[in-house]
Each structure stands twice: as C-alpha cells, then as structure tokens.
C-alpha cells in the first residue's frame, strides 16, 4: 500500500517535470539541479559560481530551503534573479514546486538556472525537477564513506563537487578511496575537487558548465533549424 | 490528499512506537535515538560514548542506513550487541523497523539501547521510534545557520552535540549566534561542545547520559514498588 501511494506520487512528479522540461527547452535554457547533505557548502558554491561566469550567462536562482530565506538573500547580493521557495517541512523539492516559483523568473532572459535543493543526501535524488543535469556537493569533513551509504544521489549526479579541500589535511577523507567507490557506481561522473573558500577548482568547474550550458544552446539551435 | 496519506502513515507509526515504548519500559532500558545530517560524527561520538560508559552500563545499538553494514561493523568492534537496518533508499527509520530489530537483541541485558538514526536532518525528526530521549549532532564544519533552516529537529533534540570542534578555528561557526538560535526553538536543550577525534566534551555529555539513564531506572523502581 505504502509502495503504491509513493510510485503515484512519483508518476504525478514525472508529469510535472516534463512539462517543466519543455517549458526548460522552449526557453533555451539550461537547468542545474544542486544537491548535498545540509552544510556541504552548496550556497558558497553557487555565490563564487555566479562570480566567476555571470559575464558569460545570464543566471537565475531558485532557492530550496524548509524555512528562511537566508540563502536567497545571500544570493540575491550577487545581482541575481532569485526565488525562495520554503517547503514548510517538506524534505525535497518537487517539479510543481519548480513549475510555481518558474512565475517568479524571467526564463526567456536566461542561459543558466541553477535550482538549490533541500540540504538532504537522501530523498531529492527520488524527484525530478526537469533539469538538464544534477550535480551534488560532497565535503571532505563529511567523510569518504558516504558514496556507498547514499549510492542514488551519487550515480544520479553528473558532476560531484568536493568541497572544502582546504580542510582535507585535518580529516582522515581518503581521496583514492571515495573515487573508487564512486567508480564503481558512477563511472562516467565528472569529479571536481574544490574549496569554496579558497576558490580551489572553481576555474575547471565553471568551464565545464559553460561549455554544458553552451551544448545545450547550440543543439537547440539544430533541433530548431533543422 | 497527500497530507491525508502523510497523516495515517504517521498515526501507523505512532501507534508502533507505543508498543515499543511499553516494550522498553518493561525491560528497564532507556532508549536514546541520535540523529544529524550525514557526515557530522554520529558514529564515532558513538564509538567514544561506549568506550567512556561501558563500564557503567550495558549497551546495545541499533544502526540505521540506507545501505552497508559499516556503521555496525564499527561499532561491533567495541564489542556491544548491535544490530543493523538497511532501509534500502527509505530517509528515516521508523518505529515498525525497530520493532523488528529489537528481536535480535537481549533487551532484557541492557541499561541503554542507542538507535543511530540515517543520516538526514529533515525526515527522522518527524517519526517517534519510542525512546525515551532525542539527541542530535551538528559539527561546526556544517556551519552555523542550521537550527532556523531545520527547526522541527533542533527543537526536538534534548541535547544537541556540537561536534568537530578540534576544527572551529578553521570555519567561520559561530558559536554565539548558534546558542541564540537554539534557544528561541529549544530553551531547556542541554549543549555540549565536543570533539569525537580528540575527546573534548565527553566527560559532560556521558555523565549526563549516565544520570538520563539512572533517572529512569529510579522512577520504574518506584513505579514498580509503589
């Protein structure tokens, strides 16, 4: 019974995303879906993101977050459109809340629009969103075990981000180690080892989404003429 | 609708977590559920825990994950009884699941049973597994700004472990602000400031447990007798 309620609460999601997906494309713009544990570092991330490539995309924000808007704030300082959405208790976002804070946003003035989840490893990998890709923060102070302890969020993410390598030396995280297992289930994952607070990997990582972002344009341009 | 279906299936849970409660209640243990995001130290502050009280109480763990068994094999090797849930993608345990584990456990052996709660700052919160008390970890690597954005666990956690402090001087934590924030959602929570690699706060937080775990034993003394 239990199994049944979720997979229609999953079938009514997976609606939603395809309408948002259209609506994704018609725009020509590219949708990031940012996940992590609570405290990875995803909005520091974003904040030297936006830093580095808003000369080169025009960028827009939705903001998961259970309550405050502590976060859309934070970004909102960067000269960025930003929407706040707050479950209000609820552990994920799903595409209909994607679909109502999409009002709020100027879709047709965008290249790139990074959606924050819910800080939570577990049940936002379950939701589709619509977006093009999913990316997840993992922080070395989290420890190396969690690719196995997690595995959805980490086979479903093209790009991981691991975050606050300034604080590697402190901790026993084995680098070697969390690649293999994310190997094994991941293989053809990007890994990018970075530090929000020092700037560490920002360059490669930001190329890599500008060049996502760009392959997206350029295939709709295709689809379009063709 | 969904809340509908959200209700009963808490109302099922309640109910589960009654018999437990009875359960405990009549084998004299006093039942701790730990619970924090991924990666904070909820099984090393565990590992040091035992090491600190095993001498003065008989301890028995439950260890919640999604997938793997290492969280219990790490704790096996303090050589307590233990057992492990694998909920194979569900968030939170719930009280059905620890009904089932408590077959594999002498209960009747033990001063204090810890359930070790997946590794989720939002879901757990919400699902009573009969303990007698909630505490949760935070490690200042996670940063400050999480008791507002993940109330309902921060109010309902009677001791709050703020771990990693042997790294406070390398984040921007602020303790003050974090003890402020507690205290408009949880005024009576007891804080510890800890650290499970280099021990710092253990002594406070196993002779309070220590005293949690007595008081309870003294009033079913009474209740009994009287």
């Given at each position: 019974m239990q199994v049944k309620v979720v997979s229609n609460i999953l079938e009514a999601n997976e609606a939603h995303?395809?309408?948002n997906r259209q609506r994704f494309k018609n725009n020509r713009v590219f949708v990031l879906n940012l996940m992590s544990s609570p405290g990875s570092g995803k909005t520091s991330i974003l904040e030297r993101t936006i830093d580095?490539?808003?000369g080169?995309?025009?960028i827009g924000v939705i903001e998961g977050d259970i309550y405050t808007a502590k976060d859309a704030e934070r970004i909102g300082e960067k000269g960025v459109p930003v929407v706040q959405i707050n479950t209000k208790g609820a552990c994920h976002l799903d595409a209909n809340m994607i679909?109502?804070?999409l009002a709020e946003l100027p879709l047709d003035q965008l290249d790139l629009l990074v959606i924050e989840n819910i800080g939570n490893l577990v049940c936002p990998a379950e939701f589709d969103l619509g977006e093009d890709i999913k990316a997840m923060v993992l922080s070395v102070t989290e420890g190396n075990d969690k690719p196995l302890k997690y595995p959805l969020m980490f086979r479903e993410a093209k790009a991981l981000l691991v975050n606050k390598?300034?604080?590697i030396s402190f901790t026993d995280f084995d680098l070697d180690l969390m690649e293999k297992d994310i190997r094994g289930i991941n293989p053809d994952g990007k890994i990018f080892l970075m530090?929000?607070?020092t700037g560490e990997g920002f360059e490669a990582w930001c190329r890599w989404l500008y060049h996502?972002?760009?392959a997206k344009k350029e295939k709709s341009s295709v689809t379009a003429s063709g």
């Open positions: 995303a395809g309408v580095h490539i808003k080169l995309l025009r679909a109502c804070a390598m300034d604080l530090s929000a607070k996502q972002v760009q």
